[in-house]
Nanobody, 124 residues
């Protein structure tokens, strides 16, 4: 069982930055692939970025490539999402998720555990 708690969301002006964090419970954090997803009103949940258990492999969505960076600290059981050059299209509730460490999953169905989400609001 893994419990995930996101933090770091808030209100930012377009062009600004935020850093989201996700704290995980348990002693086997490094065995999980960790992903970030977002869900905006009226839209489907969208894959943002993923990192494998060791942190050596990452992938991110074309919509955030070059602006967002996923990272993890297995000693602290945390995964982070650094978001730069934010624009109103990035506004959503952001979720972190944990899945078995056997692939860089972009599909939400591959993730077993989810956090409660943190709101990111971008003003134009």
């Amino acid at each position: 069982q893994v419990q995930l708690v996101e933090s770091g969301g808030g209100l930012v002006q377009a062009g600004g930055s935020l850093r989201l964090s996700c704290a995980a419970s348990g002693r086997t954090f490094s065995r999980y692939t960790m992903g970030w997803f977002r869900h905006a009103p009226g839209k489907e949940r969208e894959f943002v970025a993923v990192i494998n258990g060791s942190g050596g492999r990452i992938s991110d969505a074309d919509s955030v490539k070059g602006r967002f960076t996923i990272s993890r600290d297995n000693a602290k059981n945390t995964v982070s999402l650094q978001m730069n050059s934010l624009n109103p299209e990035d506004m959503a509730v952001y979720y972190c998720a944990a899945g078995g460490d056997y692939g860089l999953f972009v599909a939400a169905r591959e993730y077993e555990y989810w956090g409660q989400g943190t709101q990111v609001t971008v003003s134009s």
